[in-house]
Protein backbone atom coordinates (compact mmCIF):
# COMPACT_ATOMS: atom_id res chain seq x y z
CA UNK A 1 0.00 0.00 0.00
CA UNK A 2 1.34 3.52 -0.81
CA UNK A 3 1.71 6.53 0.69
CA UNK A 4 -1.06 8.02 -0.93
CA UNK A 5 -3.35 5.93 0.39
CA UNK A 6 -2.48 6.65 3.62
CA UNK A 7 -1.45 10.39 4.39
CA UNK A 8 -1.93 10.14 7.95
CA UNK A 9 -3.79 7.14 9.95
CA UNK A 10 -6.35 7.91 12.45
CA UNK A 11 -8.87 4.93 14.68
CA UNK A 12 -11.61 5.59 16.32
CA UNK A 13 -12.53 3.05 18.93
CA UNK A 14 -16.20 2.60 19.87
CA UNK A 15 -18.37 -0.08 22.92
CA UNK A 16 -20.93 -1.77 21.58
CA UNK A 17 -23.80 -1.34 23.69
CA UNK A 18 -21.70 0.40 26.59
CA UNK A 19 -23.55 0.26 29.78
CA UNK A 20 -25.00 -2.86 29.01
CA UNK A 21 -22.18 -4.84 28.08
CA UNK A 22 -20.45 -3.82 31.10
CA UNK A 23 -23.32 -5.12 32.92
CA UNK A 24 -22.70 -8.69 31.19
CA UNK A 25 -19.21 -8.77 32.07
CA UNK A 26 -19.73 -8.73 35.89
CA UNK A 27 -22.66 -10.47 35.68
CA UNK A 28 -21.90 -13.14 33.29
CA UNK A 29 -25.43 -14.73 33.93
CA UNK A 30 -27.07 -12.46 31.93
CA UNK A 31 -25.24 -13.67 28.75
CA UNK A 32 -28.32 -13.75 26.27
CA UNK A 33 -30.70 -12.03 27.92
CA UNK A 34 -31.37 -8.65 27.02
CA UNK A 35 -30.15 -6.27 29.09
CA UNK A 36 -31.62 -2.49 29.77
CA UNK A 37 -29.69 0.02 32.04
CA UNK A 38 -32.30 1.96 33.37
CA UNK A 39 -32.11 5.98 34.49
CA UNK A 40 -32.24 6.79 38.10
CA UNK A 41 -35.85 6.73 40.19
CA UNK A 42 -36.08 3.94 37.42
CA UNK A 43 -38.25 5.97 35.30
CA UNK A 44 -37.11 4.93 31.38
CA UNK A 45 -34.19 3.00 29.54
CA UNK A 46 -31.28 4.71 29.07
CA UNK A 47 -29.04 2.20 27.70
CA UNK A 48 -30.06 -1.26 26.24
CA UNK A 49 -27.80 -4.30 24.92
CA UNK A 50 -28.37 -5.10 21.06
CA UNK A 51 -30.85 -7.48 21.68
CA UNK A 52 -32.70 -5.60 23.17
CA UNK A 53 -33.02 -3.12 20.75
CA UNK A 54 -33.78 -5.51 18.55
CA UNK A 55 -37.32 -5.64 20.30
CA UNK A 56 -37.85 -2.21 19.95
CA UNK A 57 -36.48 -0.65 22.96
CA UNK A 58 -35.34 3.12 22.48
CA UNK A 59 -33.33 4.86 24.46
CA UNK A 60 -35.53 7.39 26.18
CA UNK A 61 -38.65 3.85 26.53
CA UNK A 62 -40.26 4.63 29.39
CA UNK A 63 -39.54 1.34 31.86
CA UNK A 64 -43.59 0.42 31.71
CA UNK A 65 -43.32 0.17 28.00
CA UNK A 66 -39.94 -1.89 27.91
CA UNK A 67 -41.17 -4.24 30.39
CA UNK A 68 -44.25 -4.72 28.27
CA UNK A 69 -42.12 -5.49 25.15
CA UNK A 70 -39.39 -7.37 26.59
CA UNK A 71 -40.56 -9.46 29.83
CA UNK A 72 -37.92 -11.41 30.62
CA UNK A 73 -35.02 -8.60 30.32
CA UNK A 74 -32.39 -7.71 33.08
CA UNK A 75 -33.70 -4.01 34.16
CA UNK A 76 -30.49 -2.57 36.21
CA UNK A 77 -29.97 0.30 37.70
CA UNK A 78 -26.66 2.30 36.44
CA UNK A 79 -23.01 2.09 38.24
CA UNK A 80 -21.17 4.88 36.76
CA UNK A 81 -18.17 4.71 39.25
CA UNK A 82 -17.94 0.75 37.51
CA UNK A 83 -18.43 2.13 34.05
CA UNK A 84 -15.78 4.66 34.46
CA UNK A 85 -13.23 1.87 35.66
CA UNK A 86 -13.85 -0.28 32.69
CA UNK A 87 -13.79 2.81 30.31
CA UNK A 88 -10.10 3.90 32.03
CA UNK A 89 -8.97 0.19 31.83
CA UNK A 90 -10.08 0.17 27.86
CA UNK A 91 -8.20 3.53 27.34
CA UNK A 92 -5.42 2.15 28.75
CA UNK A 93 -5.01 -0.67 26.69
CA UNK A 94 -5.79 1.83 23.82
CA UNK A 95 -2.23 3.40 25.00
CA UNK A 96 -0.15 0.16 24.47
CA UNK A 97 -0.47 0.83 20.87
CA UNK A 98 0.10 4.53 20.38
CA UNK A 99 1.05 7.59 23.48
CA UNK A 100 -1.78 9.93 21.22
CA UNK A 101 -5.15 8.67 22.36
CA UNK A 102 -7.98 10.81 22.81
CA UNK A 103 -10.78 10.05 25.16
CA UNK A 104 -13.89 11.10 23.12
CA UNK A 105 -16.52 10.02 25.47
CA UNK A 106 -16.73 7.64 28.01
CA UNK A 107 -17.33 4.70 25.49
CA UNK A 108 -15.21 5.56 22.82
CA UNK A 109 -11.62 7.38 21.35
CA UNK A 110 -9.68 8.56 18.90
CA UNK A 111 -5.90 6.79 18.21
CA UNK A 112 -3.37 8.53 16.39
CA UNK A 113 -1.79 5.54 13.92
CA UNK A 114 0.67 7.33 12.29
CA UNK A 115 4.10 5.68 11.90
CA UNK A 116 2.54 2.73 14.42
CA UNK A 117 2.79 -0.13 11.46
CA UNK A 118 6.66 0.59 11.19
CA UNK A 119 6.90 0.31 14.88
CA UNK A 120 4.11 -2.46 14.88
CA UNK A 121 5.58 -4.41 11.87
CA UNK A 122 1.47 -4.97 11.09
CA UNK A 123 -1.23 -3.75 8.55
CA UNK A 124 -3.89 -1.32 10.42
CA UNK A 125 -6.49 -4.25 9.97
CA UNK A 126 -4.35 -6.46 11.80
CA UNK A 127 -3.78 -3.74 14.56
CA UNK A 128 -7.35 -3.04 14.41
CA UNK A 129 -8.14 -6.71 15.30
CA UNK A 130 -5.49 -6.76 17.92
CA UNK A 131 -7.07 -4.02 20.21
CA UNK A 132 -10.42 -5.79 19.33
CA UNK A 133 -9.60 -9.13 20.83
CA UNK A 134 -7.53 -7.40 23.94
CA UNK A 135 -10.57 -5.53 24.80
CA UNK A 136 -12.47 -8.33 25.24
CA UNK A 137 -10.35 -10.76 26.36
CA UNK A 138 -8.82 -8.47 29.49
CA UNK A 139 -12.83 -6.45 30.12
CA UNK A 140 -14.86 -9.27 28.24
CA UNK A 141 -16.73 -6.15 26.07
CA UNK A 142 -16.75 -5.73 22.44
CA UNK A 143 -15.53 -2.69 20.46
CA UNK A 144 -16.09 -1.85 16.91
CA UNK A 145 -13.06 -0.60 15.15
CA UNK A 146 -12.53 2.24 12.68
CA UNK A 147 -9.29 3.06 10.80
CA UNK A 148 -8.90 5.70 8.06
CA UNK A 149 -7.39 9.04 7.19
CA UNK A 150 -9.56 11.40 9.20
CA UNK A 151 -11.28 11.85 12.20
CA UNK A 152 -14.70 12.15 10.54
CA UNK A 153 -13.96 9.36 8.57
CA UNK A 154 -12.29 7.04 10.78
CA UNK A 155 -16.01 7.55 13.19
CA UNK A 156 -18.15 6.74 10.30
CA UNK A 157 -15.75 3.95 9.48
CA UNK A 158 -16.47 2.37 13.05
CA UNK A 159 -20.12 2.48 12.95
CA UNK A 160 -20.26 0.36 9.69
CA UNK A 161 -19.88 -2.76 10.91
CA UNK A 162 -20.97 -2.39 14.42
CA UNK A 163 -21.08 -4.55 16.87
CA UNK A 164 -17.67 -6.00 16.91
CA UNK A 165 -16.12 -5.34 13.47
CA UNK A 166 -13.07 -3.73 11.87
CA UNK A 167 -13.45 -1.21 9.03
CA UNK A 168 -10.05 0.08 7.41
CA UNK A 169 -10.83 3.13 4.40
CA UNK A 170 -7.62 3.78 2.62
CA UNK A 171 -7.71 6.87 0.46
CA UNK A 172 -8.71 4.48 -3.00
CA UNK A 173 -11.53 3.33 -0.89
CA UNK A 174 -13.25 6.77 0.28
CA UNK A 175 -15.33 7.22 -2.68
CA UNK A 176 -16.83 3.65 -2.38
CA UNK A 177 -17.48 3.32 1.64
CA UNK A 178 -19.33 7.00 1.18
CA UNK A 179 -21.35 6.46 -1.85
CA UNK A 180 -23.42 3.46 0.13
CA UNK A 181 -23.51 5.82 3.48
CA UNK A 182 -27.27 8.73 3.88
CA UNK A 183 -26.12 12.33 4.69
CA UNK A 184 -27.39 11.37 7.94
CA UNK A 185 -24.89 9.47 9.06
CA UNK A 186 -21.81 12.18 8.87
CA UNK A 187 -21.64 12.75 12.61
CA UNK A 188 -22.90 16.33 12.86
CA UNK A 189 -25.28 16.21 10.11
CA UNK A 190 -28.59 15.57 12.36
CA UNK A 191 -32.05 14.88 10.89
CA UNK A 192 -32.67 18.66 10.31
CA UNK A 193 -29.62 19.22 8.14
CA UNK A 194 -30.08 16.06 6.70
CA UNK A 195 -33.38 17.06 5.25
CA UNK A 196 -32.34 20.31 4.20
CA UNK A 197 -29.37 18.89 2.74
CA UNK A 198 -31.91 16.46 0.67
CA UNK A 199 -34.11 19.19 -0.52
CA UNK A 200 -30.75 20.43 -2.64
CA UNK A 201 -30.11 16.55 -3.92
CA UNK A 202 -27.51 16.06 -1.26
CA UNK A 203 -28.40 12.45 -0.35
CA UNK A 204 -25.45 10.26 -0.11
CA UNK A 205 -22.28 10.83 2.08
CA UNK A 206 -20.79 11.00 -1.06
CA UNK A 207 -22.84 13.75 -3.14
CA UNK A 208 -21.86 15.72 0.42
CA UNK A 209 -18.15 14.97 -0.26
CA UNK A 210 -18.74 16.11 -3.59
CA UNK A 211 -21.03 19.14 -3.38
CA UNK A 212 -20.24 22.86 -4.03
CA UNK A 213 -18.19 24.34 -1.30
CA UNK A 214 -20.41 27.34 -1.21
CA UNK A 215 -23.57 25.65 -0.93
CA UNK A 216 -22.20 23.72 1.91
CA UNK A 217 -21.13 27.07 3.65
CA UNK A 218 -24.82 28.28 2.59
CA UNK A 219 -26.27 25.62 4.19
CA UNK A 220 -24.71 24.56 7.14
CA UNK A 221 -22.15 26.97 7.35
CA UNK A 222 -17.83 26.43 8.42
CA UNK A 223 -18.63 23.33 9.65
CA UNK A 224 -19.99 22.05 6.65
CA UNK A 225 -16.94 22.77 5.03
CA UNK A 226 -14.57 21.24 7.16
CA UNK A 227 -16.52 18.17 7.27
CA UNK A 228 -16.59 18.48 3.35
CA UNK A 229 -12.38 18.29 3.70
CA UNK A 230 -12.29 15.35 6.49
CA UNK A 231 -14.99 13.30 3.82
CA UNK A 232 -11.99 14.14 1.25
CA UNK A 233 -9.45 12.36 3.02
CA UNK A 234 -7.91 15.61 4.46
CA UNK A 235 -7.32 15.83 8.33
CA UNK A 236 -8.07 19.05 9.49
CA UNK A 237 -9.36 17.92 13.04
CA UNK A 238 -6.56 17.01 15.14
CA UNK A 239 -6.51 14.63 18.41
CA UNK A 240 -6.90 16.11 21.57
CA UNK A 241 -5.05 14.43 24.00
CA UNK A 242 -5.29 17.30 27.28
CA UNK A 243 -7.88 19.28 26.33
CA UNK A 244 -8.32 22.44 27.66
CA UNK A 245 -10.45 22.58 31.09
CA UNK A 246 -13.80 23.35 30.00
CA UNK A 247 -15.29 26.06 31.71
CA UNK A 248 -18.94 24.49 32.16
CA UNK A 249 -20.73 21.27 31.14
CA UNK A 250 -24.29 21.23 29.82
CA UNK A 251 -26.71 18.57 29.80
CA UNK A 252 -30.17 20.13 28.50
CA UNK A 253 -33.34 18.74 26.57
CA UNK A 254 -36.82 20.26 25.18
CA UNK A 255 -38.74 17.23 27.38
CA UNK A 256 -40.88 17.28 23.70
CA UNK A 257 -44.10 17.90 25.70
CA UNK A 258 -45.46 20.47 28.19
CA UNK A 259 -45.92 19.32 31.91
CA UNK A 260 -46.46 20.29 35.09
CA UNK A 261 -46.00 17.21 36.79
CA UNK A 262 -42.97 17.23 39.30
CA UNK A 263 -42.12 13.25 38.80
CA UNK A 264 -42.11 14.05 35.19
CA UNK A 265 -39.46 16.58 35.62
CA UNK A 266 -37.63 14.86 38.17
CA UNK A 267 -37.15 12.18 35.88
CA UNK A 268 -35.25 14.40 33.02
CA UNK A 269 -33.48 16.12 35.87
CA UNK A 270 -32.24 13.00 36.67
CA UNK A 271 -31.57 11.82 33.09
CA UNK A 272 -29.72 14.86 32.40
CA UNK A 273 -27.73 14.40 35.70
CA UNK A 274 -26.61 10.85 34.81
CA UNK A 275 -25.39 12.03 31.59
CA UNK A 276 -23.19 14.69 33.53
CA UNK A 277 -21.93 12.36 35.43
CA UNK A 278 -20.70 10.14 32.58
CA UNK A 279 -19.06 13.23 31.04
CA UNK A 280 -17.29 14.13 34.34
CA UNK A 281 -16.14 10.40 35.12
CA UNK A 282 -14.96 9.73 31.48
CA UNK A 283 -12.82 13.21 31.61
CA UNK A 284 -11.93 12.67 35.19
CA UNK A 285 -12.93 15.91 36.08
CA UNK A 286 -14.78 17.54 39.33
CA UNK A 287 -17.61 19.71 39.58
CA UNK A 288 -18.23 22.01 42.74
CA UNK A 289 -20.91 24.39 41.49
CA UNK A 290 -24.30 23.25 39.45
CA UNK A 291 -27.00 25.34 37.53
CA UNK A 292 -30.61 24.04 37.18
CA UNK A 293 -33.14 25.65 35.20
CA UNK A 294 -36.42 24.91 33.93
CA UNK A 295 -38.05 26.32 31.25
CA UNK A 296 -41.70 27.28 31.09
CA UNK A 297 -44.19 27.21 28.74
CA UNK A 298 -43.60 30.91 27.63
CA UNK A 299 -39.85 30.12 26.93
CA UNK A 300 -39.14 31.79 29.82
CA UNK A 301 -36.32 30.32 31.85
CA UNK A 302 -35.93 30.11 35.81
CA UNK A 303 -32.27 29.32 37.42
CA UNK A 304 -31.10 28.17 40.61
CA UNK A 305 -27.03 28.21 41.33
CA UNK A 306 -25.89 25.68 43.77
CA UNK A 307 -22.22 24.49 45.14
CA UNK A 308 -21.86 21.61 46.29
CA UNK A 309 -19.91 20.37 49.33
CA UNK A 310 -16.88 19.31 47.69
CA UNK A 311 -15.36 18.68 44.11
CA UNK A 312 -17.02 15.81 43.66
CA UNK A 313 -18.62 13.36 40.29
CA UNK A 314 -20.37 11.43 42.65
CA UNK A 315 -23.84 10.44 41.11
CA UNK A 316 -25.72 10.28 44.54
CA UNK A 317 -24.13 13.86 45.47
CA UNK A 318 -24.74 15.51 42.04
CA UNK A 319 -28.43 13.69 42.06
CA UNK A 320 -28.98 14.97 45.52
CA UNK A 321 -28.56 18.53 44.74
CA UNK A 322 -30.32 18.58 41.91
CA UNK A 323 -33.17 17.39 43.06
CA UNK A 324 -32.74 19.71 46.20
CA UNK A 325 -32.61 22.54 43.77
CA UNK A 326 -35.53 21.01 42.08
CA UNK A 327 -37.62 21.36 45.04
CA UNK A 328 -36.97 24.99 45.74
CA UNK A 329 -37.43 26.11 41.65
CA UNK A 330 -40.89 24.81 40.85
CA UNK A 331 -43.83 25.75 41.54
CA UNK A 332 -47.07 23.69 41.72
CA UNK A 333 -49.58 24.44 38.87
CA UNK A 334 -46.91 25.64 36.54
CA UNK A 335 -46.51 24.17 32.92
CA UNK A 336 -43.31 23.17 31.93
CA UNK A 337 -41.24 22.12 28.42
CA UNK A 338 -38.00 21.95 29.46
CA UNK A 339 -35.26 21.75 31.76
CA UNK A 340 -31.53 21.00 32.20
CA UNK A 341 -28.07 20.83 34.10
CA UNK A 342 -25.29 23.00 33.96
CA UNK A 343 -21.90 22.37 35.50
CA UNK A 344 -20.26 25.55 36.41
CA UNK A 345 -16.94 25.13 38.31
CA UNK A 346 -14.59 22.81 36.65
CA UNK A 347 -11.67 20.55 37.93
CA UNK A 348 -9.18 17.95 37.10
CA UNK A 349 -9.36 15.12 39.39
CA UNK A 350 -5.55 14.99 39.85
CA UNK A 351 -5.47 18.19 40.63
CA UNK A 352 -8.55 17.93 43.19
CA UNK A 353 -7.32 19.26 46.79
CA UNK A 354 -8.40 16.87 49.65
CA UNK A 355 -10.64 18.78 51.89
CA UNK A 356 -10.79 19.60 55.67
CA UNK A 357 -13.55 17.44 55.95
CA UNK A 358 -12.26 14.37 54.68
CA UNK A 359 -15.84 14.72 52.67
CA UNK A 360 -13.56 14.08 49.81
CA UNK A 361 -11.54 11.13 51.02
CA UNK A 362 -15.14 9.38 52.55
CA UNK A 363 -15.87 9.51 48.66
CA UNK A 364 -12.82 8.01 47.29
CA UNK A 365 -12.85 5.22 50.36
CA UNK A 366 -16.31 4.17 49.24
CA UNK A 367 -15.09 3.97 45.54
CA UNK A 368 -12.04 1.71 46.95
CA UNK A 369 -14.40 -0.27 48.97
CA UNK A 370 -16.50 -0.89 46.06
CA UNK A 371 -13.62 -1.81 43.41
CA UNK A 372 -12.35 -4.13 46.37
CA UNK A 373 -16.11 -5.65 46.44
CA UNK A 374 -16.48 -5.71 42.79
CA UNK A 375 -13.22 -7.78 42.37
CA UNK A 376 -14.19 -10.21 45.39
CA UNK A 377 -17.41 -10.76 43.91
CA UNK A 378 -15.41 -11.18 40.14
CA UNK A 379 -13.56 -13.97 41.33
CA UNK A 380 -15.90 -15.76 43.94
CA UNK A 381 -19.77 -14.64 42.40
CA UNK A 382 -21.58 -12.08 42.73
CA UNK A 383 -23.52 -12.77 46.38
CA UNK A 384 -20.01 -13.29 48.04
CA UNK A 385 -19.59 -9.83 49.36
CA UNK A 386 -22.53 -7.68 49.92
CA UNK A 387 -23.19 -4.35 51.54
CA UNK A 388 -25.81 -2.65 53.51
CA UNK A 389 -26.73 -0.59 50.28
CA UNK A 390 -27.43 -3.28 48.41
CA UNK A 391 -31.10 -2.52 46.52
CA UNK A 392 -32.60 -4.04 43.53
CA UNK A 393 -34.57 -2.16 40.26
CA UNK A 394 -37.95 -2.21 41.97
CA UNK A 395 -40.34 -5.02 40.38
CA UNK A 396 -37.30 -5.98 38.49
CA UNK A 397 -38.04 -9.78 36.81
CA UNK A 398 -33.96 -10.36 37.65
CA UNK A 399 -34.76 -10.57 41.66
CA UNK A 400 -32.53 -11.20 44.52
CA UNK A 401 -30.22 -13.61 42.36
CA UNK A 402 -28.70 -10.32 40.77
CA UNK A 403 -28.31 -8.34 44.04
CA UNK A 404 -25.18 -6.42 43.69
CA UNK A 405 -23.49 -3.16 45.67
CA UNK A 406 -24.11 -0.28 43.55
CA UNK A 407 -23.66 3.74 44.17
CA UNK A 408 -27.06 4.38 44.20
CA UNK A 409 -28.64 7.88 43.72
CA UNK A 410 -30.80 8.01 46.69
MG1 LIG B 1 -20.50 3.26 21.83
Redesign the pocket.
Known sequence: MSIADWPSAIAHV???A?YASCEAARHPKLRGRPICVLSNHNAMVIAKSYDARALGIRTGTPVWEARRMAPHAAFLTPDFRYYGQISQQMFSILRRYSPVVEVYSI??GFIDFNGIRQLWKKTYRELADEIRHAVWHELGITVSVGVSVSRTLAKMASEHHKPNGVTVVPVQAIATFLAELGVGEIPGIGRSRAALLCRKDIRTALQFARADERLLQRLIGRHGQMLRHELNGRAILTLECEPPLPKSMAKTASMGRISEKRRVIAAYLGYHALRLVADLVAKQLLVSRLYLFLTLESFECRGLEVGLDLPTNSLKRINGAVHHALGRLFIEGERYRGCGVVATQLQREAHAQPDLFGLMREDLRQQQLMQAVNAINRRFGEQAISTAQVRTVKGCSVGPRFRYPLLLAS
Open positions: DCDFDE
